[in-house]
């Protein structure tokens, strides 16, 4: 989740004191001064400092391991090192993002140091961000072992924890029954493209913005080696919640490839759109909780599982 309004999820003083008290000690060890909140999300925290009349920005997790209904036993610092791996990446492959600068432990808790770059509010350019991820999508993929892909294959692993987060959302929910595993994974084997690197959480609140233009994308906790249409799937559902500052329709027409628009037809489509709505709907069931949010994607669910 991202840092500017990420997820809605409310913070106990006791949850921002523990992160507070590293940013400032990670500031005081760079020689930084002035430390201030800018940010939060469901797993980290972002502050800003000034060092030498400029400002950085640290990003903090709320606990150096993660235990929620969608991410079981994740390493924090795993994560923070996958941040600092692929903002270096992109920056490289002349993607929008902000540079890295430094990495170390504070207290046990691992501690990324990022450049700041300044975002002045606007409307997000769903266009343009799509222009963004058409580029990214012809990019080399970088070797890295993504921390949400597991070790596994990706059809296996979108169909693995798709089974996984839909058997929790039935712990306290009547829903339909699923295809058998090894027919969604059929249906991704046959129908999806060539795997290249997805972001797997655009939102206006993952992304900078100057003038309407991406200027930083960043939480890239859910990146996955997967098909393009992958990432547009997800879109898709995201541009459902209207903080998420997205127009499906636009990011098309700014992704631009000629095959987009018959991807709606593929028999993968439901499973790749469904992988995100049960997503949603367990993060605004437990995560981050919201009723009417809960209802819409638990609708969304039915809906899709009604189309496999």
């Not at 606990?63 to 923070?80: C, H, I, M, W, Y």
């Not at 207290?107 to 140091?113: A, I, T």
């Not at 459902?240 to 490839?257: M, S």
């Not at 028999?267 to 993060?283: C, E, G, K, Q, S």
Request: overall charge negative; proline content about 6%; charged content about 20%.
């Amino acid at each position: 989740m991202g840092f500017v309004g990420g997820g809605g999820a409310s913070m106990s003083k006791e949850t921002l004191w523990r992160p507070l008290d590293i940013a400032k000690a990670a500031a005081a060890r760079r020689g930084a001064h002035q430390v201030v909140l800018a940010g939060s999300g469901t797993e980290f925290l972002f502050f800003i400092a000034n060092k030498d009349g400029r400002q950085e920005g640290y990003r903090i997790p709320k606990t150096p391991e993660f235990n929620t209904a969608n991410n079981r036993g994740v390493s924090a610092r795993d994560l923070q090192l996958q941040e600092m791996a692929l903002a270096d990446w992109a920056t490289s492959n002349g993607i929008p993002s902000a540079e890295p600068l430094d990495f170390f432990e504070q207290h046990g808790y691992p501690v990324l140091v990022l450049e700041v770059v300044e975002d002045d509010g606007s409307v997000l350019d769903s266009s343009a961000l799509g222009a963004v991820m058409s580029r990214m999508h012809e990019k080399p993929v970088p070797s890295l072992a993504l921390v949400a892909q597991n070790g596994s294959s990706i059809h296996s692993r979108i169909v693995e924890r798709l089974v996984q987060r839909y058997d929790v959302l039935g712990e306290d929910t009547e829903l339909p029954s699923l295809p058998p595993n090894r027919e969604m994974i059929g249906s991704l084997e046959k129908y999806l493209g060539q795997p290249r690197l997805t972001h797997l959480d655009l939102r206006r609140q993952n992304v900078r913005v100057r003038n309407g233009q991406p200027e930083s994308i960043f939480d890239w906790s859910n990146a996955l080696v997967a098909a393009p249409e992958v990432e547009l799937a997800r879109v898709q559902e995201y541009a459902a919640i209207a903080e998420n500052g997205l127009n499906y329709e636009d990011f098309c027409a700014g992704y631009a490839h000629q095959d987009a628009g018959a991807m709606n037809d593929s028999p993968a489509w439901p499973i790749l759109r469904l992988d995100t709505a049960v997503m949603l709907a367990v993060v605004f069931s437990s995560v981050a909780p919201n009723k009417d949010l809960r209802t819409m994607f638990l609708g969304r669910v039915r809906e899709l599982v009604s189309q496999l």
